[in-house]
């Protein structure tokens, strides 16, 4: 098969979709069912449209873009990420998934390539967390790890719901028509940047990724006693900012305390209120990501959080309630579309080296109703979630070579 990758224009799609966006450049800002995102998604649509692909929308906005097989009663293969972008994030997370994915479906057609299984792209909706507190909501309703309840019980910090959002962004239908039922794919692939330093430190062009972390995420809510910051003496004080600053702490050690490299943890978001310079903070909210290989050691991690919740509320008379947003299993890749990948990157003679993704994807859910793997390409020093995020048009071109070359294998099957 002679595929050769547009190269130059999958770089100026990439910019384009960049250009959609609520921060000035190189930043990207695009939260679901925002302004921005809605424009993404039509241009994505266009592209897909000229490709010839068949569209379809469900009642979330996931996206589909189908390229009909000869077989098209046979269960499709399936591609895609999301475009969907955290603040002050860069251009690549999710949207070479995408655009990559659709320029190798443009190279497997350019090449006179037939697929007997149909290849259709998917475009997930909401992959981060940023609106409303979980990522993954399209892949989870497509797994049915969520359900139609997700609807009401979803909301961001304005407290409007899933269902006002996503109405609003002219989706309609009900939620629970969107899970998809298992085998209606043989196989799902992601091509993603690696959002790690590995590949690029080995020198490595490609990673085949044979499992996924197991995320978690927590609430965390500390209540103290709010008041003049003259006023009160040091004694009678219940500062939950100062207990919420030990707690942090806490966290960073009870990951650390595994002494496996495999444990991450975070606080990402804290809330001071009343957040007055000259007012001792009464309450603050802490949101917490726990992530780990292997699930019982990330769930240890979780249990010596919540001891060290208890502790802090003790020695400090301070309210602590936490909320667990999320706890979900790792995933293990699919060794039939492992296999595939990496007979695609021996034929394309170029290297890769199997390995975990740290980061979650739409793939840890859909690993859940199809055969799935990923492949990692590498981004300059790991760097992701920033502008400065950057994977090279080359990186990008071998990605979606062994994409090509792997969607047309298991799609010939
Ligand atoms: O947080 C993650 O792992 C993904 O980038 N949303
Ligand atoms: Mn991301
Ligand atoms: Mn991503």
Request: hydrophobic share 45%.
């Amino acid at each position: 098969m002679n595929l050769k990758i547009e190269t130059a224009q999958l770089a100026a799609e990439l910019d384009t979709l960049a250009s959609f966006s609520e921060a000035p450049a190189p930043a990207v800002t695009r939260i679901v069912f925002s302004g921005t995102d809605r424009q993404a998604r039509e241009y994505v649509k266009r592209l897909c449209a000229d490709a010839g692909l068949a569209i379809r929308e469900d009642a979330v906005g996931n996206t589909f873009a189908r390229w009909a097989g000869s077989e098209p009663e046979l269960a499709a293969v399936a591609s895609g990420s999301h475009i969907d972008a955290i603040p002050n994030a860069g251009r690549y997370d999710g949207t070479v998934g995408v655009l990559g994915g659709l320029e190798a479906i443009r190279a497997l057609q350019r090449s006179g390539f037939r697929p007997r299984r149909s290849i259709e792209l998917v475009i997930f909706t909401s992959e981060e967390p940023t609106r409303f507190g979980i990522g993954c909501i399209g892949s989870r309703l497509l797994a049915g790890v969520l359900d139609g309840a997700a609807d009401t019980r979803l909301a961001g910090k304005d407290g409007e719901t899933l269902n006002h959002w996503r109405t609003a962004a002219g989706f309609a239908g009900d939620l629970a028509g969107v899970r998809l039922p298992q085998g209606y794919y043989d196989a799902f692939l992601e091509l993603h940047i690696e959002q790690g330093p590995l590949l690029e430190r080995a020198g490595i062009p490609l990673g085949v990724v044979t499992a996924i972390a197991a995320p978690a995420s927590l609430r965390i809510r500390i209540e103290g006693e709010g008041g003049h910051a003259g006023g009160v003496l040091m004694p009678a004080r219940k500062d939950a900012f100062c207990a919420a600053a030990e707690l942090v702490l806490e966290v960073e050690s009870a990951a650390k305390s595994t002494g496996v490299i495999d444990t991450v943890a975070t606080v990402g978001v804290c809330e001071v209120f009343p957040g007055a310079i000259n007012s001792i903070p009464s309450e603050v909210r802490l949101e917490v990501d726990v992530r780990d290989t292997n699930e019982a050691r990330r769930d240890g991690v979780l249990a010596e959080i919540g001891d060290a919740c208890v502790g802090v509320a003790k020695r400090r008379g301070v309210a602590v309630k936490t909320e667990t947003i999320n706890a979900d299993m790792p995933a293990q890749c699919d060794a039939r579309v492992v296999e595939s990948l990496t007979r695609a990157c021996a034929t394309h003679r170029l290297g890769f080296q199997t390995m975990v993704s740290r980061a979650y994807h739409d793939s840890l859910f859909m690993s859940r109703i199809a055969p799935t793997a990923m492949l990692f390409i590498p981004c300059r020093g790991g760097v992701s979630h920033r502008p400065n995020e950057y994977a090279s048009a080359e990186a990008i071109e071998c990605g979606v070579l062994v994409l090509a070359e792997t969607l047309a294998d298991l799609a010939s099957k």
